[in-house]
């Protein structure tokens, strides 16, 4: 019997996984051949997708990208064996691109059966939640804090701070509240997480729930991704059957369940106070801190808010130890992060990586520079809030200070590629209409300023007044960086601004000095 | 009756309501001033005599922390927190004046007044005209761009009226009529730009579940929300300069 494994992610499905497969099955029997189609997800290497993968005594040999039609034609090459054709890319392990990458968080992306309990406790699942309930739940907050995972849905908050905090708190009853929005153009990580390993995300939640004394979880997912709601609602069964979830799990006295939500479809949901007034039933509306959620969160109590990456890291870093997640990385970014190369790039896709590793080498190296081949012009880092750089800032590593010494931030771990046909002052202006759409509205910098910053831009591009609208502009910028309520108002400026540093030429303005570049 | 209500009122608007907790000692501008926990900062302001601008706070309701003008600089804190969101803490040192604070004031106004009627904003007497005032505002630089000035009044109800052009979406009248009413006739409806007060379902303020008591009145800032009996022979909206 040969495993063939075919990917179930939306990635893999939106390009004909499924026709594949059953491609894959009814030629098997065509042909006589003893085949078992399994259904994996993605290893995150989407310029292969549909990516086949025969087991082998010599690993897993990639084919892809297959299309249904090509899969008479594998057999015929004998792919079952992993014999030679156009498509094949050999051992997927020894692809560069991911044989390159220090996959902890991913660890089983795209190599284990999503929803088989089996299958994960075998690739290394539930030894961070055997080993937490062994330890007291302070030890696990003090891990959490010495592995300096900091949070990876945007403000990089340390997580194990946030869960002293929650710790500390007396309260009736606490929640865990993962966010699962990501509102961010070009991520995919979370929905990743979601569909191809979604134990290793409960697992984290149960971890926090025990360290911080909840007891009970929501993961707040966006509606536009259904296959990862199906595969948490399995997995949730499945580690109840097996007593991982629920009433005293394992016999340690200590309980713990969780309950999917499906998101209101709004970008400001993601940010955690209205995802709270959100999973509340109310309009995804921004509260304003204090109190924070740590102390006063869902119905009034005591919340850990936490993105999925942040909480799928924490099973390895309960399983190897703070010391090996906090040896990777440098400064006070530690750990890996996983990169999601998107826009105009050769290869696109998912690249877990320790921090440190520069802009460079995830476009060149990893990302195989432009898709169209022409010259790389602008990046943008770290989602629709986040700065534009230009191709001199190539060399900056990736780490929150880093790029906050930019005025950039890593956010969810964006980065979205441009090359040389770009305008960027159309770009500006379109991030600064993404906010005007997604405001919500409470605050009036973000409400009225956002409009308003539209407004300006287009003068500016239709050449009317550019020089009293540009530094108008300016004016406005800093009004809703410093004053807004929520990060959307406060961070919306750092697309234009950056766009405006790094191109004024695109707005028809005149070069930026150098002290205006250098920041 | 609704002036009346608006007499008898302590003289003070605090911002915030009270609190009782234990005492704290905070220095406003330096001024040491002695609150209840729990207090806001605004309202240590006001106790010292040291008032914030404010548009979205008063102190029948709860804080709120959508206007942004009554930002403040705390000692060793980044950023410009809103005094009416912050709680006290003991040896807080809050600065409520500094060119930087006036800067981002105006801005707000700025922004504010980019989308109110021109004509009104001389003369006019209303919370709104009083932060004019204080922040030295009276024009803004941005032209003639989107805006809600022609948005129709609502005159249906008997006592007062909804001019919606002078309605600066601060909520303090949806909160007076959950808060103060406990009726919810009042809703924000629509995001970002389109924000704007709706009463039920989008229905003229007559057809909705307002209960005319009145409470969204007083608590509007900028007469959007006013008695009809003021204006003698009808209402009728100032015209642009
Ligand atoms: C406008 C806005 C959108 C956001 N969207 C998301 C999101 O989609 N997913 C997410 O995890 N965090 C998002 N955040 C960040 C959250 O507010 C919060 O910091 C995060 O969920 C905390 O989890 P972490 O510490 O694990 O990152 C958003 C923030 C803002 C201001
Ligand atoms: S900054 Fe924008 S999204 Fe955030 S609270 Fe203000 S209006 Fe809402
Ligand atoms: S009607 Fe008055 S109280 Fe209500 S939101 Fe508008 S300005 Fe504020
Ligand atoms: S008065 Fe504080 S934000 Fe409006």
Known sequence: ?519 | MWSELRALRDEIDYGTPPRDGAPVTLTIDGVAVTVPAGSSVMLAAAEARRAVPKLCATDMLEAFGSCRVCLVEIEGRRGYPASCTTPVEPGMAVRTRSDRLQALRAGVMELYLSDFPAADIPGGWSELHEVIQATGVAQHPYGRGENHLDAPVDESNPYFLFDPAKCIVCSRCVRACEEVQGTFALTIEGRGFASKVAASQGQPFLDSECVSCGACVQACPTQSLVEKSLFVGGYRRADSP
């Open chain 1, 1 to 519: 019997m040969v495993k063939v494994c075919v990917p179930r992610d939306s990635s893999a499905l939106s390009l004909g996984a499924d026709e594949v497969a059953a491609a894959i099955a009814v030629e098997a029997v065509r042909r006589g051949a003893a085949v078992r189609v399994v259904r994996t997800s993605s290893r995150g290497l989407f310029w292969l997708e549909p990516l086949v993968e025969v087991e082998t005594p010599a690993g897993r040999i990639g084919f892809g990208p297959v299309d249904a039609a090509d899969v008479p034609g594998l057999f015929a090459a004998g792919f079952l064996g992993g014999g030679e054709h156009a498509l094949g890319v050999g051992p997927v392990a020894e692809i560069p691109f991911l044989k390159r990458q220090e996959r902890l968080t991913f660890a089983r992306a795209g190599v284990t059966e999503p929803t088989s309990l089996v299958d994960y406790e075998a690739h290394g699942g539930l030894r961070g939640l055997r080993r937490a309930l062994s330890m007291a739940p302070a030890a696990v907050v003090e891990e959490v804090v010495a592995s300096g995972l900091r949070g990876r849905g945007g403000a990089a908050f340390p997580t194990g701070i946030k869960w002293r905090t929650v710790a500390a708190a007396e309260a009736p009853r606490k929640y865990v509240a993962v966010n699962a929005d990501e509102g961010d153009s070009g991520t995919y990580s979370d929905r990743m997480v979601m569909e191809g390993d979604p134990f290793v995300l409960l697992e984290g939640m149960a971890i926090a729930g025990y360290a911080t004394g909840a007891s009970h979880g929501y993961v707040y997912v966006r509606s536009e991704y259904p296959h990862a709601i199906a595969a948490l609602e399995e997995a949730l069964a499945v580690l109840r059957a097996a007593g991982w979830y629920g009433a005293d799990i394992q016999g340690s006295g200590f309980g713990f369940d969780a309950e999917v939500r499906v998101g209101a479809g709004a970008y400001i949901c993601g940010e955690e106070t209205a995802m709270l007034e959100s999973i509340e039933g109310r309009r995804g509306m921004v509260r304003f801190k204090p109190p924070l959620p740590a102390i006063k969160g869902l119905f009034g109590m005591p919340t850990v808010v936490n993105n999925v990456v942040s909480l799928a890291s924490v099973p390895v870093i309960l399983d190897r130890g703070a010391r090996f997640y906090a040896d990777f990385g440098l400064g006070s970014s530690r750990g890996t992060l996983p990169i999601q190369l998107a826009g105009n790039v050769r290869r696109a896709g998912l690249v877990e990586k320790a921090f440190g590793v520069t802009l460079r080498e995830l476009v060149e190296e990893y990302g195989g520079g432009t898709r169209s081949g022409r010259p790389l012009r602008a990046l943008q880092v770290g989602g629709p809030l986040g700065a534009y750089f230009d191709s001199s800032l190539l060399d900056l590593p990736l780490d929150y200070e880093a790029l906050a010494r930019h005025r950039g931030m890593v956010g969810h771990g964006g980065i979205v590629v441009f090359d040389d046909t770009v305008d960027m002052a159309a770009q500006a202006r379109y991030a600064m209409e993404f906010c005007a759409v997604e405001s919500c509205g409470k605050c009036t910098p973000c409400r009225i300023g956002s409009t308003r910053a539209q407004e300006l831009i287009d003068r500016i591009l239709r050449g009317e007044d550019a020089p009293a609208n540009h530094a108008q502009l300016l004016k406005l910028c800093d009004v809703m960086e410093s004053a807004s309520l929520c990060a959307l108002g406060g961070m919306a400026p750092w697309p234009v601004l950056s766009a405006l540093r790094y191109f004024p030429g695109d707005f028809g303005l005149p070069p930026a000095t150098e002290a205006a570049r250098v920041v």
